[in-house]
Antibody, heavy 121, light 111 residues
Framework: QVQLQESGPGLVKPAETLSLTCTVSGGSISSSSYYWGWIRQPPGKGLEWIGSISYSGTTYYNPSLKSRVTISADTSKNQVSLKLTSVTAADTAVYYC?????????????WGQGALVTVSS | QSALTQPASLSGSPGQAISISCTGTSSDVGSYNYVSWYQQHPGKAPKLMIYDVSNRPSGISNRFSASKSGNTASLTISGLQAEDEADYYCSSFSSSTTRVVFGGGTKLTVL
């Protein structure tokens, strides 16, 4: 059974870059069966898709964040990474990595436990 | 404002059945059978309960069912149990550039 684990700094200063890593175990991120996405949830609010990366490295981003987001994959470490630049307090959220089966089938069937990132000086 | 509209809250008594609606547009719910439902308990990650409108992943109770009509999808929980008290989110593939949109979430209270 696949497991996902987010890691990274819990506190980021305004205007700096948020960096998170999702380590996948129990399955290969290179598998052609799955895509790997990032979703965030501000405290007390709903879910927002940030972007996804395919098994072949193709990326898809939420247009509202596209200018600040980079998602990449390290197949040797079986990790997917998220970078979000020029953060503000509005980027404070729990960040989840999750798996989905297709570019249209964006049903996230396995999730990490989430990483709370606070943007504050 | 979320792209998909859900009631903010619902409540029901143990044993009852409740339905949560999720209204979108012809760019998402109305045109694609890629509607999903998630259950989220406080402090936990969301859990996929329904995918592709009405399919249950392995291990999900058959008390959870879902359907779609036009631009509105619905999740029905029958035989309400205390453990069903949670937030529920719908999502859909979208032909807009956003690709996937979520509802604002429905807080279900089991009285």
């Amino acid at each position: 059974q696949v497991q996902l684990q987010e890691s990274g700094p819990g506190l980021v200063k305004p205007a700096e870059t948020l960096s998170l890593t999702c380590t996948v175990s129990g399955g290969s991120i290179s598998s052609s069966s799955y895509y790997w996405g990032w979703i965030r949830q501000p405290p007390g609010k709903g879910l927002e898709w940030i972007g996804s990366i395919s098994y072949s490295g193709t990326t898809y981003y939420n247009p509202s964040l596209k200018s600040r987001v980079t998602i990449s994959a390290d197949t040797s470490k079986n990790q997917v990474s998220l970078k979000l630049t020029s953060v503000t307090a509005a980027d404070t959220a729990v960040y989840y990595c999750a798996r989905h089966p297709g570019v249209y089938a964006m049903n996230f069937d396995s999730w990490g436990q989430g990483a709370l990132v606070t943007v504050s000086s | 404002q979320s792209a998909l509209t859900q009631p903010a809250s619902l409540s029901g008594s143990p044993g009852q059945a409740i339905s949560i609606s999720c209204t979108g547009t012809s760019s998402d719910v109305g045109s694609y059978n890629y509607v999903s439902w998630y259950q989220q308990h406080p402090g936990k990650a969301p859990k996929l309960m329904i995918y592709d409108v009405s399919n249950r992943p392995s291990g999900i109770s058959n008390r959870f069912s879902a359907s779609k009509s036009g631009n509105t999808a619905s999740l029905t929980i029958s035989g309400l149990q205390a453990e069903d008290e949670a937030d529920y989110y719908c999502s859909s593939f979208s032909s807009s550039t956003t690709r996937v949109v979520f509802g604002g979430g429905t807080k279900l209270t089991v009285l």
